[in-house]
Every structure is written in structure tokens, then in C-alpha cells.
């Protein structure tokens, strides 16, 4: 008793210190939906609705009945992965119908379904904890149930369930959970949480067991300075970190600060595994408020290191870990976020105590770019397969079936959000993606609103209620497609992925490319990858795969060069196999990050540039024991640069280097094959057929001396592991009955250079053809020198296409000097890639009778673009014009307080070949937004730049947009800057979540 008494007094005089901070929102619900949010949700729960009346109603119906035959919860299995019934979600279903449905007699009744449910599996989970000593046996009591694959599926259910129900009543009117049920919760919440914190297998932690260390909080977390390799902060992407993360935050929000304390049954210890995965018996610290001191953890200190990861290392939008993992690993935290939203921790208070992390859907441009990349990632058209009508997306990252799923997890958030502060852009953006872009599109929509029949998509299936307000234009079947309305290209910076159509239609031709860190699991040795797609159908594209085996660059369409493998270094090993392939060092092995060295686009053509050099060499820990002459670290040099002349060609240079004689170094390409025809192979030029009956061309020009072949076997691959390395529904790998069963396999053009040269280039032209339509001709130039023009002869190379000619610098350096090309009359227009971005030449022209010679000397009318391509068009003399350039591609205010004014600045820059004029900034939009002082007149003289400032002061509560024009003399007008700002009250929430003051 004096133990109980002595806990008490600690948790009045916590209180009483804490009464000068602004406490967030304390009544319930507050998790996804508040008090506020009731009268209009029971308004949605009617008939006349159809995302409740063929969604949430019909699902709750039927779980009702499969509770009440008992297979729920009899047939949840009470383990950490996989269960045919996940109580907890059903738990949270009935809990959300508690608090929604009209019926107050029913709610009663949901709420105590909801209490069952609930307790069934708490009350279980704590007799294992409050055991002596603490066990491991029975359902729901393993270690792993709340850190291992069924705490990031469904884990959110729980805190989310306890949340709604402590907001709900029995049929007498009192509260559903008792005292004794919000004991038992904090008991079991409080130990998951401690195990969630110990758990995240990060080996770059210290220490080992510890994903993130206990306490620190803010930039010393981070450590960059000892991370060089940045490994702890990119671990902050992963789905396992994001699981834990906003497991332990929702059970810290999900109790009250008076429930926050031990009683009599709270256990001494509890059971965990150490650093070796042994488990064992530690101490438990359940003094008062310790579940929901964990805030601090999470909110400074996991969340911390998140929105950092995505403001910088995996900025724009897309996630590291790839597609098959991006409704863990960013939609976790955005689920997370978008609670904290509601909850009341992200309001400029919250953030003034928390830092702007926690209000991360508002402050952190990555969730504004999330929906329009996924967007981007969209195949025009869609495929049968046995999951439905579905999308066939942009890969990256491991995969194991090639589809577009439900990314209700990622965007539901996101678009909530939008709703609750009134970008009905977004959330309409949103709701259209949710209707037509999972399997079976707009003709599914309805089974995705009650679960798809899957206990794993129950939260699913409360995101589309909430989503689709049925009194919002947006939510209608028949809103607009919004997508003609975007750009066509979409850049992710953080993840080098670059994604570039000629139209939205469904005979867009699509062009990606990818160069990005490997640095964490999921990550595959694609860097340099380009796809195309053409009429409905992929002519190329890396092949979907698992693992180091699947995921190896020579599956990538990319190319491989043979590096040192030690005599230490085991050959069936991860590092082993890329060595033998010559590919990309396997996850987290790279010696160094690569990076995009050009990058332009236009109309008429995209073109891209990036070193790959460090993701082929690895990386040694100082003080290895390997010697320096079995070390892998032979690839001196491995660029690339790719040109999509629109719409049909793909030009392709790679530049790749060795220290040492005799290393292979050879180009891949996955081909589309009909069989049982295989592609053919004649001289230099490769031909392949669709299954559409589309046809892919192949020129191989460079090196001189190569040797082609196409490829179906991987002696490197064991058939044990081929069976999952390699993906399903993939249209690029087939499948042959070998001795023994079924082996897939991929159909590959392998180009290698001859005599593993020292040094070599390899250029390649791709054509897609409709038919039998007769391709362009492709050969190959180089340029020369002339007399007044001293660059050496073979300074940049290239390929005649058509009446087109594409050059390539053959080194990576940017160039700026006079060159010589020589090249066939027929030729009108030429692209000079490889150049100093913005540089500006003279250009001059002479012809012979079968030729022209074209001659580049610095300072000039015409000019580079920002990647350094030069395009030049036979006929046209340009005149000398000035060129606007901005250093932003948009403007975000984030969270800022009604009445107060924020700035930011942009910068304008003349890029051009003669003075700009006439320079004018303007305003549209919400009037907010306003121009400041800057340093821009009128007129801005060659390389010059200035300054202009906007300001952003909200006259009241909720989303604000603007366009910032910028009206000149330029070449090229520029596009309105969009400008975004949020205006919140600072000390309380928004009145009603999804009212907020609409710009």
C-alpha cells in the first residue's frame, strides 16, 4: 500500500510541474476522428451513402456474424505473422462503430463487441507478462507479437480501438472499458512498448539491440559526423522502424495521464531478447507516466530522425525501400502522423514544445509530393492478371508480384489531411487514385471499401469511410480525372527517379530511370537503371526480383564490370554472388553514394546523367583484416548518360574503367520475348517482339569490338532460390520445366566488350515500332579535329538516328571548349549532350555532298539547356534572348500562426545569352500571400541573379494556395511557382477536422 501511495504522490507532483505546458487533446476519441468529427461521421453511416451502405456496413455486418459463430477471435492463431482473423482490427472496427453509428442502441452494442474483442487479447497477452517468471507460451505471447510482421500490419488497431472506446458507453451509459480493463492496458502497452524500443534489428546502433538510444533526443541522435555512411539515418525508412515507431506513440496518446500508473498487478520485470536473441528476464520501470513519457522517444527522437531521412537523404516524395514496402515504411508514418494531427500535437504549440516533426503532413514536403508520385509510378494503361484489372507501376525495390496494390495505407492519410485542412486538390487527387487505380479499378471499389474479404484490410476499409465525404464532388464516381492536369514528368531527388510521359493517355510512351543510395534492406542494384513503355506494353524494363540474387544489376538493365573477389570472401555469400556477376555491391556493401551529375526536359526530349561509380566498389570498416589487393575496389569509373529522343528512341552511352587488366565489363538489357520465337540477333542489331506484337530495336554501336548474345540461364542463381528471386506476373520473366520442376528465367541481351578491356564505352539506340514498321537507321559517330579547333578527335561520340544525331562527351566533366562534328547531310537536328549547363556557343556550318560539319565554339547565340544539352535545328539562326531560371519548384510555408507573417525567398537568375526585361513578379491565389522586398528590377544583365521574397500571413484557420508569376523577356516563359501555407490557430485544434476554412 505505502508502494502504491509513494507512486501517487510522484504522480501528483508530476502533474503539478507540468502545469504550465499546454496539454494536447485530452478527451477521447482523438486517434483519426475527435468528438468534433461525430455528428457529421453518424451523418455519413446511412444508406444513401454508398462508401457505408456497400463498404463499412456490409463489413460490419458480416463480422458481426463471424464473431457471433465464433470465428472471431477462435480463428486467430495469436501469432506475430500471418493469422486468417486479426482480432485486434475487428476490435477497432467495432470500436469506430461505436462512435458512428446513428443508433445509439447499436453503438452500445458495438462497443461492447469492441470491449470483447479487445480484452480477449490484452487479458491473454497479460497473464504470460504478469506470469512468474514472465512466458513466451500461448497466444498472443511471444516477444515477437508486438515487434514482428503482424505489429506493422495491423498493431495500430489496438492503441486506435482503446482510444474509441474509451470514448464510448454501454447501454446503461457508462463507460465500456472499466478501470480494471484500462490497468491491464497499460500494463501490456507499457511492456510492448519497452519491446518495440529494444527491438528494430539496426546494427548500427549502439547498442546493437537498441534501435535508436534511449533518451536523445534532437540532432545528436543523428551523429552524421561519426555516420559518414549515413546507415542509422537511412534505417529510419525502413517498415519495421516505421511499425515500432508509431506502435509505441499511439499506445503512449491512446492513455490518459491519470490512467498512466502502476497498480498491484503491475509485473517487477518482463521478458525480452538481448543482443544475442536470447531471452531474458529485465527489470520493467512502471513508474507513474512512464507509458507516456515514451512521447518523448518517439516524437524527439524516432519521429525526429524520420522527418529528417525525408527532408533530406529520401526527399521527393518516393520511399527508399521501394514499392512493395511503401505502405510500411512511409505509410506507417503517415497513419502515425495524421494521429498526431487529430490528437492535437501538431498545432504550432505542439510543435513549439515537440519540434515541426510532428506536424510532418503539413511541414515536410516529402507527404506533398507522396501522392503525385504515385501517381507518376503508374502504367498508362492496365493488365489482366490474377489480381484483377490492375496497373503494372514503375518498379523499384524488392517485389514479389508485379501490380499496383491498395496504397489506401499511404494515401488515406495524406488525403485526410488534406481534408482536415481544406486542400481539396490533394484529397480529390486522392480520392480518384482510391477509386481507379488498385485492382479492378472503379469496378472494385465497392469490395475494397468493406475489406476485400481480408481481416488485414479492416483499417483499410475505415480510411475509405472517412475519405469519401459523400457530400464532396470528389468523392463521386464520375469526378473528373485529374491527371491531364499535372505535369508530365516527376523528379525524386532523394531517390534519383526520374519518371517522364508524352501524355496521359493510355499510348503514352513512359520513360524512367533510377540512381539512388543502397544503403538498407530492400534495396536492389539497379543504379542506372532506364525502362521504356510504349502502346500498353513495357519494350524494356529491369525484371522484378527478391533478395541479392533477384535484385542483381545484371537484371536491371545496366551493366556490370568485374571487380577483385578475395580469397576471403565466401562465393555463395551475398557480397560473393554480385562479385562473381560484376555487379552492384549488395545492401548497405557500397564503398559510397552515386549521384545524378545532369538532368534536363523538354518536349522534345529527356535526357539524364549519373555516376555510378561507388555502388560497384565496397566498403571496408576500418581496422578489416581484408588485404588491399583482395579488396573490391577496382571500378575506377562507371557512368552513364541516357537520352529519350520523343517519342520512340533511347539513347544509351556508359563510360566503365578498371584498375586492373582483364575485368569483364558488359551491358544488359531485359527484352520482351514472345515465345516461343526468341529475340534475333543480326550483326550489331537485335530485334524483339512484344506480346502485343510491338517490336523492340537494338543497335549496338560501341565498342568496336564486342560480342553479343542473348541470355536465358544464370549459372549463379541456385534453382532453391530462383523460384522467389525472381517475381511473378511479370510479363519479362517466363518460365520452362527444367529436371526437377519449374525454373523462371528472363530473356537478355548481354553485350560484352572483347578482351576485358582497361577502359571502354559502350552506345546503344533503342526504337519502338508498331508492327512491322520498318526502323530508323542508327550509326555510329565520332567527333574530330579540325584546324582553329584542337579537341582531341573521339572527345564525344554518338549515333546517327534518322534525320537526328545524339552525341555523348566521353568523359563525365561538363565541357566547354570548341568541338568538331562530322556527321551525313540528311541529318536536321542534333543533340549535343555532356556540355557546361547554360553554356552558350557559336555554332557554325559547313556542307559537303554527302556531309555537314558542324563546329562548336564558345560564346554564342545558342545555348545549353540546364543538363547541358545543346540542341541544335538546321535552318534556324536563334536570336541572342535572355533565359529565366528559379532555384525552387515551389513554395511551402507550412504551419503558421493566424495573424503572424512568414517569408521566404526565391531567387531568379538570367541564364540566357542577352540581358533579361521587362521583369514583373505577381500574385494569384488566396491573398495572403503577398510580394516582400527583394532585389530584382526590371531588367537582370547575363549570369546575374536577385532576390524576391513573399510573405504569408493567414487571416484564418486552414489550407492556402497562390501562384507566384514571374513575367519577362525569356526564351522560355516560366510556370507559375506554386506557393502553400497553412494557417492555424496557435493553442487550439481546428474546430471540426474536416471544416477547415477552404482557400
Not at 560 to 573: C, H, R
Not at 698 to 725: E, F, H, K, Q
Request: net charge neutral.
Amino acid at each position: 500500500m505505502r508502494h502504491v501511495l509513494g507512486y501517487l504522490l510522484l504522480a501528483v507532483l508530476a502533474l503539478t510541474s507540468s502545469l504550465g505546458k499546454t496539454e494536447p487533446l485530452t478527451t477521447h476519441p482523438r486517434l483519426w476522428i475527435t468528438a468534433a468529427d461525430l455528428p457529421r461521421l453518424r451523418q455519413w453511416a446511412v444508406t444513401s451513402n454508398p462508401v457505408y451502405a456497400n463498404g463499412l456496413r456490409l463489413l460490419a455486418q458480416s463480422s458481426a456474424q463471424a464473431m457471433d459463430s465464433g470465428a472471431i477471435p477462435n480463428d486467430d492463431n495469436g501469432g506475430s505473422t500471418w493469422s486468417p482473423v486479426n482480432t485486434e482490427e475487428y476490435a477497432a472496427l467495432f470500436a469506430f462503430l461505436a462512435l458512428v453509428d446513428p443508433d445509439e442502441a447499436a453503438r452500445a452494442q458495438w462497443a461492447q463487441r469492441g470491449r470483447t474483442l479487445l480484452m480477449h487479447v490484452i487479458d491473454r497477452a497479460d497473464a504470460c507478462m504478469r506470469a512468474s517468471p514472465p512466458t513466451q507460451q500461448g497466444s498472443f505471447c511471444a516477444i515477437a507479437f508486438s515487434v514482428s510482421d503482424r505489429s506493422r500490419w495491423t498493431g495500430a488497431a489496438f492503441p486506435l480501438a482503446a482510444d474509441w472506446l474509451q470514448g464510448a458507453n454501454d447501454g446503461s451509459g457508462q463507460p465500456v472499458l472499466s478501470a480494471q480493463d484500462k490497468a491491464k492496458l497499460r500494463r501490456v502497452f507499457l511492456i510492448w512498448s519497452r519491446l518495440s524500443l529494444e527491438a528494430y534489428p539496426n546494427p548500427y546502433n549502439n547498442p546493437p539491440e537498441f534501435s535508436l538510444p534511449v533518451g536523445t533526443i534532437g540532432e545528436p541522435l543523428l551523429r552524421l559526423n561519426t555516420d559518414l555512411r549515413r546507415h542509422r539515418l537511412r534505417f529510419a525508412g525502413n517498415n519495421y522502424f516505421a511499425g515500432h515507431m508509431r506502435n509505441i506513440g499511439l499506445r503512449a496518446i491512446a492513455i490518459d495521464a491519470a490512467d498512466d500508473l502502476p497498480d498491484a498487478q503491475t509485473p517487477a520485470s518482463y521478458l525480452r531478447l538481448n543482443g544475442s536473441g536470447q531471452a531474458v528476464v529485465v527489470p520493467l520501470d512502471a513508474s507513474p507516466g512512464a507509458l507516456r513519457s515514451l512521447r518523448r522517444d518517439v516524437l524527439q527522437g524516432w519521429l525526429f530522425v524520420q522527418d529528417y531521412l525525408l527532408r533530406h537523404d529520401s526527399r521527393g516524395g518516393l520511399p527508399q525501400e521501394g514499392l512493395e514496402y511503401a505502405p510500411t515504411s512511409i505509410g506507417i508514418p503517415a497513419q502515425f502522423l495524421y494521429a498526431l494531427s487529430t490528437a492535437g500535437y501538431a498545432d504550432l504549440v505542439g510543435q513549439t514544445q515537440w519540434g515541426a516533426q510532428v506536424a510532418g503532413l503539413a511541414t515536410n514536403p516529402f507527404y506533398r509530393a507522396t501522392a503525385y508520385g504515385f501517381v507518376h509510378s503508374q502504367s498508362p494503361r492496365t493488365q489482366q492478371s490474377s489480381f484483377g484489372v490492375v496497373h503494372k507501376p514503375a518498379w523499384y525495390g524488392d517485389g514479389e508480384h508485379y501490380y499496383q496494390n491498395d496504397p489506401i495505407d499511404i494515401l488515406g492519410p495524406v488525403g485526410l489531411h488534406a481534408m482536415r485542412i481544406g486542400d481539396m486538390q490533394t484529397a480529390d487527387l486522392v480520392r480518384w487514385v482510391q477509386r481507379h487505380i488498385p485492382p479492378n479499378g472503379a469496378a472494385g471499389f465497392a469490395a475494397r471499401t468493406r475489406a476485400n474479404g481480408s481481416s488485414g484490410d479492416v483499417l483499410s476499409s475505415l480510411m475509405y469511410f472517412l475519405l469519401f465525404d459523400p457530400a464532396a464532388a470528389g468523392s463521386a464516381a464520375n469526378a473528373p480525372d485529374p491527371r491531364p492536369q499535372l505535369a508530365l514528368s516527376f523528379w525524386s531527388e532523394g531517390m534519383g527517379r526520374l519518371l517522364s510521359r508524352t501524355s496521359w493517355d493510355v499510348n503514352a510512351r513512359w520513360f524512367n530511370y533510377r540512381l539512388s543510395y543502397s544503403a538498407v534492406d530492400h534495396q536492389q542494384g539497379d543504379g542506372n537503371l532506364f525502362e521504356f513503355y510504349r502502346n500498353g506494353e513495357w519494350l524494356t524494363k529491369a525484371t522484378l526480383g527478391y533478395g541479392n540474387d533477384g535484385g542483381a544489376t545484371d537484371y536491371k538493365n545496366s551493366v556490370t564490370v568485374q571487380n577483385i573477389l578475395g580469397a576471403s570472401v565466401d562465393q555463395a555469400s551475398a557480397l560473393g554472388n554480385r562479385l562473381r556477376r560484376g555487379a552492384q555491391m549488395p545492401q548497405g556493401r557500397s564503398a559510397a553514394d552515386p549521384r545524378v551529375t545532369a538532368r534536363s526536359e523538354t518536349p522534345r526530349y529527356s535526357f539524364i546523367s549519373g555516376d555510378a561509380t561507388n555502388l560497384y566498389n565496397a566498403y571496408y570498416e576500418p581496422g578489416d583484416s581484408t588485404p588491399a589487393a583482395q579488396r573490391a575496389l577496382d571500378v575506377l569509373h562507371a557512368s552513364r548518360a541516357v537520352l529519350w529522343l520523343k517519342p520512340d528512341h533511347v539513347a544509351v552511352y556508359d563510360r566503365l574503367q578498371s584498375a586492373t587488366a582483364q575485368r569483364a565489363k558488359r551491358f544488359w538489357l531485359n527484352l520482351p520475348d514472345q515465345l516461343p520465337s526468341v529475340p534475333q540477333i543480326n550483326g550489331d542489331r537485335v530485334v524483339s517482339v512484344t506480346p502485343g506484337g510491338q517490336r523492340l530495336h537494338v543497335a549496338s554501336l560501341l565498342p568496336a569490338s564486342r560480342t553479343l548474345s542473348i541470355v536465358t540461364d544464370d549459372p549463379i542463381m541456385s534453382p532453391s532460390v530462383n523460384g522467389w528471386a525472381l517475381g511473378d506476373e511479370d510479363t519479362f520473366i517466363q518460365e520452362r520445366d527444367v529436371s526437377g520442376g519449374r525454373q523462371k528465367f528472363a530473356t537478355r541481351l548481354r553485350v560484352e566488350a572483347d578482351g576485358a578491356p582497361l577502359q571502354t564505352r559502350f552506345l546503344h539506340v533503342l526504337q519502338g515500332t508498331t508492327g512491322t514498321t520498318a526502323p530508323d537507321g542508327a550509326a555510329a559517330i565520332v567527333s574530330e579535329t579540325v584546324p582553329n579547333c584542337m579537341t582531341p578527335a573521339g572527345a564525344f561520340e554518338g549515333a546517327v538516328i534518322g534525320a537526328n544525331s545524339v552525341w555523348f562527351a566521353r568523359d563525365l566533366q561538363p565541357y566547354y571548349n570548341c568541338v568538331a562534328l562530322r556527321l551525313p547531310s540528311v541529318v536536321s537536328q542534333h543533340l549535343v549532350t555532356g556540355l557546361k549547363p547554360f553554356a552558350s556557343f557559336q555554332v557554325t556550318r559547313e556542307t559537303g555532298p554527302d556531309h555537314q560539319l558542324l563546329t562548336l565554339q564558345p560564346g554564342g547565340p545558342w545555348l545549353a539547356d540546364a543538363g547541358g544539352v545543346l540542341r541544335i535545328e538546321v535552318g534556324v539562326i536563334p536570336a541572342s534572348l535572355g533565359l529565366a531560371v528559379l532555384d525552387s519548384q515551389q513554395m511551402d510555408f507550412g504551419n503558421q500562426a493566424i495573424g503572424t507573417r512568414s517569408t521566404l525567398s526565391v531567387m531568379l537568375a538570367n541564364r540566357g545569352t542577352a540581358p533579361l526585361t521587362s521583369i514583373a513578379f505577381s500574385l494569384g491565389g488566396a491573398t495572403e500571400f503577398s510580394l516582400g522586398a527583394g532585389t530584382c528590377s526590371s531588367a537582370l544583365a547575363v549570369d546575374a541573379s536577385c532576390i524576391q521574397q513573399v510573405h504569408f500571413m493567414p487571416t484564418a484557420q486552414g489550407y492556402r494556395s497562390g501562384l507566384l508569376g514571374v513575367a519577362s523577356s525569356s526564351s522560355e516563359p516560366l510556370s507559375p511557382l506554386p506557393l502553400h501555407g497553412i494557417g492555424l490557430e496557435g493553442d487550439r485544434l481546428f474546430a471540426n477536422g474536416f471544416q477547415a476554412v477552404s482557400p
